[in-house]
Each structure stands twice: as structure tokens, then as C-alpha cells.
């Protein structure tokens, strides 16, 4: 098992960027499919963005798309969700989740995702 800690989360206006890091306590590259997701109140958790073990896939929810990029420093062993353009609606607790899997797969069902962090908080203000 794979331990994960997010952080970068906070109160921003509409517009400006965020960069969410999770740290993962192994290194993640080449076993693991890495993804975040979010879930706003009242609503279900969402896919956001993934990478496949390897980094030679990334697939985006189309919400996100053109604003958000996910990327990975595998020497400090995080996943970075770089989000720009932020709106309100991206207003949600955002979570890391991982994959055990070698493939160019990405899912972007979290029921596939066995490995998660706690989350952190991203609000957005209009």
C-alpha cells in the first residue's frame, strides 16, 4: 500500500492558479497509475486528472481541460495537479489516488483507485 499526502489547497478569487503536490511514500513510477479527483459538497467524487505509470498517458475530465495540468517529480516522489484559470465551480476537497497497474491505462473511475489521500481543501471566489 501506497500512503499519499496532498497539500497546496487554499482560498483563491477566480482566475488565479493553484499547484496541488501529493506526496506518495514510495516511488510511484512504473507501478502506479496516479489521479486526482474532487468532491464538492452534496455532489458525488469526481475524476480530475490522471497519468499512467509510465507518464505516457494523461486523460483530463473535460471540465478541466486546457486549465489543469497533472505531472510527476518521480526524485521527490510526488504528483503535481497544476490548475489555472481556477473558477468557482472547481471549488471542492481535491483528492490523490493511486493504481496498481504498469500499463498506459488511465482510469478515471474512482472505484478502480484502492490507494487514496485525505484530501485538501480548494476554494475558489467569485
Known amino acids: 500500500q501506497v500512503q499519499l499526502i496532498e497539500s497546496g489547497g487554499g482560498l483563491v478569487q477566480a482566475g488565479a492558479s493553484l499547484r496541488l503536490s501529493c506526496a506518495t511514500s514510495?516511488?510511484?513510477?512504473?507501478?502506479?497509475?496516479m489521479a486526482w479527483f474532487r468532491q464538492a459538497p452534496g455532489k458525488e467524487r469526481e475524476f480530475v486528472a490522471g497519468v499512467s505509470a509510465h507518464g505516457i498517458s494523461t486523460k483530463y475530465a473535460d471540465s478541466v481541460k486546457g486549465r489543469s495540468t497533472i505531472s510527476s517529480d518521480n526524485a521527490k516522489n510526488t504528483v503535481y495537479l497544476q490548475m489555472d484559470t481556477l473558477r468557482p465551480e472547481d471549488t471542492a476537497v481535491y483528492y490523490c489516488?493511486?493504481?496498481?497497474?504498469?500499463?498506459?491505462?488511465?482510469?478515471?473511475?474512482?472505484?478502480?483507485?484502492?490507494?487514496w489521500g485525505q484530501g485538501t481543501q480548494v476554494t475558489v471566489s467569485s
Open positions: 514510495d516511488n510511484t513510477f512504473g507501478r502506479y497509475a
Open positions: 489516488a493511486a493504481h496498481r497497474r504498469t500499463d498506459v491505462f488511465v482510469s478515471d473511475l474512482a472505484k478502480q483507485y484502492a490507494n
